[in-house]
């Protein structure tokens, strides 16, 4: 149905300049948003309709004359006690004079209790007389109690006011504590576990605190609306009073307890007076203060016209307060009035496409308002989830695998690094592919488990304690080790990608250079240093210190990515704080400086040539590798020698030998003169062939190895059935080969044993072997 009604409207149009200049301050990621969609938006600006006619909602705080139209903003609740009509009276309050009951320590909560005032008590109230005289008191209202009525009839006599014209009122007698009654105060304490819980749980037979705050504030209303320029005096109990002086400013259950705790053991003394200010307010049925409707449109006041001013039936639109969300959030400006005016912007903020005329909007379009600055520095706008075929999720269709079942197969981690290098975190839509994640999770999650798994294999605990002591440094292993060099000028690379791509909120590239690393980590350093973890000495120890340190730093820098895995290697490394998360950033460089360098502008350009260099071996041994594949040579067959055309490796011996072993030559040569970048000898020489089968050996026997479930540890016996060249090829080999395969001497036989079956035959070219392998356990 459509109607035309009238609304309340924020004049945009009049800002509209002033909102194009704020967002020109605003850092919007992806860019085009700031200029495009958004821009657009603000350019096109219609003034804002912010009043809805419903009854839930902040209510306008707009106040308008039914006879003139003259309207009244009323922004506070002192702006309303300003407005509402008074009754001009003055309240005066008094605890009854010191009765027997409080001598004998005991609770008297019945009206027929003959408790009397005691002489102290009655002395006590003649004491104060004079001081109760002066307030020229109109009218006493008492509590029916004996004690509250002699404490009257003696203030009375002493006033010279009329006892006949005391009022007694059942409201403002004492609290009934039900069984309780005649009993120790303590007993009734005790029956409650927080002074809250009396609040709205009551003794036996008796009534809990709500119950007496509402009998007491209920009279306190009347009194105020049936009389007027009257000086009134009230005579009750402890609690009575305590619970009235809630009411009269529309405390709450807590705000009540505090004013209790706040004034020592009793609220107020026997014998006591008080004067207090009332105002009646808006509130609840518990006589809480409540600013919604139906009790905010109760206040209602006269205008100078003579009119009756009365509230705008409208509520906010829940969009008004959501762009509200900064000072309203704060209390402001009632409280953090500084904290709010000096931190306007927030540094950051993130919510989908759909809030630039949403949330994004309606938070710049206030905060220019109120103080002409946008209200965030920085927004991450994110695209939309959609299926894998790019269709809607629904619930209705269940189009989708549940993201807590994605979890539990790929963990948290996967997913998150999945969704933050995706283009979903630059508003684009993103098709989700559980392929991509399982994707993630294998390249990613599984080769770090293994990294971290090998380390811990090799990390003997004398030198893990080693270690320890030297983290505590924080400072990188100085290994004379090629890789550890690269490994370290990576990590260094890798904080610095990291680092300057979230400082621009850029989420997916600062994601996306942690994916190389695991792979140059896993595929390239750990696997490249294998042999370094076995072997026993100082390159082990370097090993494994660059190993840690470069896994502890890794932590450090992807806790926001993978916060699960990273809190998981930093405790099990032994990372001195107690999250990873309560870590300092590990990049502290400033990112003016165009070098590499956390470690040190020195290192810096020695962090360039290592990672040049390394990025060179890496693309020659894929060149060798390929050359290889097309010639149709496995790659265990050793080949003499690998020639290639640039130089700029020359004499970088440390660096070739990994050429050397992963293409499995011999030697390197340069030769600017070839046609391609490497050229590879495949001339096979029988010495070559030789050492190629004796490889094949190796690798079928460290199968059966495998496949029998040993470790390195154990030693095994060897039998191998051959003929005479075979075992020719062996005897060449034995010492390496015994090494590698940790072997006692190879026993031969002609015809072989009855334990060698067929099963274990390795034939190569025109060479047979039976073998067979044994161990002692
Ligand atoms: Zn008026």
Redesign the pocket.
Known sequence: MNYATSSWFVKVTAIKDKLLKNNEEINWVPAHIKDGRFGKWLEGARDWAISRSRFWGAPLPVWK??????LEVLGSIDDIKNKVKKSGNKYFIMRHGESEHNKKNVVSSKVLNPHHLTEKGKTDIKGISQKVKKENIDIIFSSDFVRTKETAEVLASEIDYDKSKIIFDKRIRELNTGTFDGKSPRDYHNYFTTLEEKFTKAPPEGENLIELKNRVSEFLYEIEENYQDKNILIISHEYPIWLLSAGAIGADIKQSVKMKEDNGDDYIETGELRGFDFTPLPHNENYEIDLHRPYIDKIEFD?????K?KRVVHVFDCWFESGSMPYASAHYPFENKNKVENNLSAEFIAEGLDQTRGWFYTLLVLSTALFDKPAYKNVIVNGIILTEDGEKISKRLKNYTDPIEIVHKYGADALRLYLLSSPVVRAEDLNFSEHSVDEVYKKVILRLWNVYSFYDMYAPSPLGGEASKYYLAAEPPSSKNVLDKWILARLDELMQEITVNLEKYELDKATRPIFDFVDDLSTWYVRRSRDRFKDEGEDKKDAILTTRFVLLEFAKVTAPFMPFMSERFYKSLGGEKESVHLEEWPFKKSLTDSVLGVFGVDKASKDLEILYDMKEIRRVVSLGLEARAEAGLKVRQPLQKLIIKNDKLKGKDELLELVKDEVNVKEIGFDPGIENDVKLDLRLTPELIAEGQFRDIVRFVQDLRKKAGLTPDDEISVFVQTDFSGENLLKKFEDEFRKIVNARPVEFSASGGPALGRNDLLKLDDLEFVIKIATEK
Request: contains cysteine.
């Open positions: 004359c039914e006879k003139c139209d003259k205008c100078l016209c003579g009119g001013t």
